[in-house]
């Protein structure tokens, strides 16, 4: 009977003690403040380097094609063919091309003789007119004006000569400029000069080479460092080539959100090709410093990206935007400060206003 009565006095004694309302309000205030991981915000330098696709280009590429129809009556050069400007590359045989330019020269001969002769009838009646009654008034304005007729129909015959004979200089078909023979469509003999045709050859200056790259949009803000970057190519997988940047668009291509960044390349020895790949290393940088955090600070849902902030013992969401990405650290902008207490890692669950306790880790 005495056991039983101890073992009742002993169940109310702890029964009480676990119902202390001081203890129990202790215990509730621990629960609803979390201890979480922070950090200070802090700006660094923005230093990265990284590799994007690159196109190499021709720096001058040229289809020729002929200005007036004809048959191909010569082609001097072939693929490979190293030539120079002004130098022949193809003569056009068109008869009636030199028939007209015949034609027009001996045009222009006869109106020169008509010309100088009533140019003679002119000059000695206007001397015989210097004496009294020898030549009418009307007589001399007649000869003046057949000499002014004359000399318009010697000028305009000149001037289809010359255009005849340039005529004739499109069937000497020369390079524009130095460069290589990169393509050649026809042979001896073939008609050209029709629309939509191929072109007879497709001359390429090698000497240089543009190099096009595609920046993505969070990168056209950045330097890029000496505004020099180096690539190597596929055939050169080991060997290591230099570029300049020479010239950006200006634009971002709303399809691939890019901006094209033109180098300029080199290629003294040819040992690049125009149409190869490029794996292309740039080392970019921001002007101003930059706040730098991990990736797990930052919260990303549907409707937005935020980092949390430990401000006054509670949790308050601070919407940002991400920059560049370093190898364990993301670039932010947003509304902060330097100093300020940042959750290292952030989850919806913590709602603005819930009270934390921020516990700094370096």
């Known amino acids: 009977m005495k056991s039983i009565i101890s073992i009742l006095f002993l169940a109310i004694v702890f029964?009480?003690?676990?119902?202390?309302?001081?203890?129990?309000?202790a215990t509730?205030?621990?629960?609803?403040?979390?201890?979480?991981?922070?950090?200070?915000?802090?700006?660094?330098?923005?230093?990265?380097?990284?590799?994007l696709p690159g196109e190499l280009l021709s720096y001058e590429k040229v289809d020729i094609h002929p200005k007036i129809p004809g048959y191909i009556k010569q082609i001097k050069v072939d693929i490979g063919s190293v030539v120079r400007k002004g130098q022949l590359l193809a003569v056009i045989d068109a008869p009636e091309i030199n028939s007209r330019f015949g034609e027009a020269g001996s045009k222009m001969q006869a109106a020169k003789a008509k010309y100088e002769a009533s140019r003679d009838t002119y000059n000695r009646v206007l001397e015989a007119?210097?004496?009294?009654?020898?030549?009418?008034?009307?007589?001399l304005q007649r000869a003046k004006n057949q000499m002014l007729a004359d000399s318009a129909d010697f000028i305009a015959a000149t001037f289809s000569s010359k255009s005849s004979k340039q005529i004739g200089n499109y069937l000497m078909i020369v390079a524009p400029f130095n460069g290589i023979i990169t393509e050649r469509n026809v042979h001896e003999g073939a008609y050209v000069g029709t629309p939509n045709e191929k072109p007879i050859v497709v001359i390429e200056d090698n000497s240089r080479l543009r190099l096009r790259v595609s920046i993505p949009?969070?990168?056209?803000?950045?330097?890029?460092?000496?505004?020099?970057?180096?690539?190597?190519?596929?055939?050169?997988?080991?060997?290591?080539?230099?570029?300049?940047?020479?010239r950006k668009s200006g634009s971002i291509d709303a399809a691939t959100r890019?901006?094209?960044?033109?180098?300029?390349?080199?290629?003294?020895?040819?040992?690049l090709k125009p149409g190869a790949f490029?794996?292309?290393?740039?080392?970019?940088?921001?002007?101003?410093?930059?706040?730098?955090?991990?990736?797990?600070?930052?919260?990303?849902?549907?409707?937005k990206k935020f980092v949390i902030r430990a401000k006054n013992s509670a949790a308050e969401w601070i919407d940002v935007s991400q920059g560049l990405n370093m190898s364990d650290k993301t670039e932010i902008f947003g509304k902060l400060n330097e100093?300020?207490?940042?959750?290292?890692?952030?989850?919806?669950?913590l709602k603005p206003g819930t009270k934390i306790i921020a516990k700094l880790t370096n």
């Open 339 to 349: 100093g300020d207490t940042i959750i290292s890692k952030g989850n919806e669950e």
């Open 28 to 51: 509730s205030m621990t629960s609803k403040n979390d201890t979480v991981k922070a950090f200070i915000l802090k700006t660094g330098k923005i230093e990265k380097q990284t590799t």
């Open 129 to 139: 007119s210097r004496s009294d009654g020898v030549i009418a008034p009307d007589e």
């Open 258 to 271: 890019t901006e094209v960044w033109e180098f300029e390349v080199r290629n003294d020895k040819e040992m």
């Open 217 to 246: 949009e969070a990168l056209t803000g950045v330097q890029l460092k000496d505004n020099k970057i180096n690539f190597s190519t596929k055939a050169s997988p080991n060997q290591s080539f230099e570029g300049k940047l020479v």
């Open 15 to 25: 029964v009480s003690c676990s119902n202390d309302p001081q203890k129990n309000n």
């Open 278 to 303: 490029a794996e292309v290393k740039l080392d970019v940088s921001r002007n101003q410093p930059s706040f730098l955090i991990p990736f797990s600070a930052v919260v990303t849902t549907l409707e």
